[in-house]
């Protein structure tokens, strides 16, 4: 149910809501700026917070990682731009932690004081706060479609790491056709389609020599895929 402090989420599968922004990178149209690129949009609670500027830091280190993977980092909270500006030069000048330091957050961090991004993502939720967006990850594709959503408590830092391996995981399903199985890795086997038939269950086990697959059962069947890509 919606209500003044919340909007109905984007769910996946959805397009994603559009909007223009300011950030601390100039003023984005989204997702007209980010056609043909995948987007990790995510939110935090407030600058000069402990755990944002753990997951700020983290986040800029990799992000030339995540651009490799044609992948855009988009951050917001619910401050000003010149609490953004003044909160990234003091990560920039004074922050070090698990030896990274003097970085700058290039990636752009939008300033969403109205709330009318957060409540259209459903980033604002009462029971948490109604001043503060929770720390929710929106993955979309390159055509705007929301891929994947995470919600974190607000103590505790999200893993860019996981994020990271669950991007890859999404591109290679649509590149190849597959699944990934549990706390799959790149260059790990994949998982094909199960067969939609009992015909096709029995041929798919018999011929999994002949195929270049292996089967745990008819509806769990494995290949190699994508290693080293």
């Given at each position: 149910?919606?209500?003044?402090?919340?909007?109905?989420?984007?769910?996946?599968?959805?397009?994603?809501?559009?909007?223009?922004?300011?950030?601390?990178?100039?003023?984005?149209?989204?997702?007209?700026?980010?056609?043909?690129?995948?987007?990790?949009?995510?939110?935090?609670?407030?600058?000069?917070?402990?755990?944002?500027?753990?997951?700020?830091?983290?986040?800029?280190?990799?992000?030339?990682?995540?651009?490799?993977?044609?992948?855009?980092?988009?951050?917001?909270?619910?401050?000003?731009?010149f609490s953004h500006i003044?909160?990234?030069?003091?990560?920039?000048?004074?922050?070090?932690?698990?030896?990274?330091?003097?970085?700058?957050?290039?990636?752009?961090?939008?300033?969403?004081?109205?709330?009318?991004?957060?409540?259209?993502?459903?980033?604002?939720?009462?029971?948490?706060?109604?001043?503060?967006?929770?720390?929710?990850?929106?993955?979309?594709?390159?055509?705007?479609?929301?891929?994947?959503?995470?919600?974190?408590?607000?103590?505790?830092?999200?893993?860019?790491?996981?994020?990271?391996?669950?991007?890859?995981?999404?591109?290679?399903?649509?590149?190849?056709?597959?699944?990934?199985?549990?706390?799959?890795?790149?260059?790990?086997?994949?998982?094909?389609?199960?067969?939609?038939?009992?015909?096709?269950?029995?041929?798919?086990?018999?011929?999994?020599?002949?195929?270049?697959?292996?089967?745990?059962?008819?509806?769990?069947?494995?290949?190699?895929?994508?290693?080293?890509?």
């Amino acid at each position: 149910m919606c209500t003044e402090e919340t909007a109905k989420m984007p769910l996946i599968g959805e397009k994603a809501p559009t909007f223009e922004a300011v950030t601390t990178q100039g003023v984005i149209n989204f997702p007209k700026d980010y056609e043909g690129k995948w987007v990790i949009f995510f939110s935090h609670p407030a600058d000069f917070t402990p755990v944002c500027t753990t997951e700020f830091m983290a986040f800029a280190s990799m992000q030339e990682e995540f651009e490799s993977l044609n992948a855009e980092l988009l951050g917001l909270s619910i401050d000003s731009l010149f609490s953004h500006i003044a909160w990234l030069r003091t990560i920039k000048e004074k922050i070090e932690y698990k030896g990274m330091k003097n970085l700058e957050i290039k990636f752009p961090v939008i300033e969403d004081l109205t709330m009318e991004v957060s409540k259209a993502f459903g980033m604002l939720q009462p029971a948490a706060s109604t001043t503060q967006a929770v720390r929710a990850v929106f993955i979309m594709d390159p055509e705007g479609i929301v891929r994947a959503i995470l919600y974190y408590p607000m103590a505790n830092g999200r893993n860019m790491e996981e994020i990271k391996r669950l991007l890859i995981a999404m591109q290679h399903s649509d590149e190849h056709g597959v699944a990934t199985p549990a706390n799959w890795e790149l260059g790990e086997d994949v998982i094909i389609p199960p067969p939609g038939t009992c015909g096709l269950a029995e041929e798919r086990v018999a011929s999994q020599e002949d195929e270049g697959y292996y089967c745990l059962d008819w509806f769990l069947c494995f290949k190699k895929c994508c290693h080293g890509e």
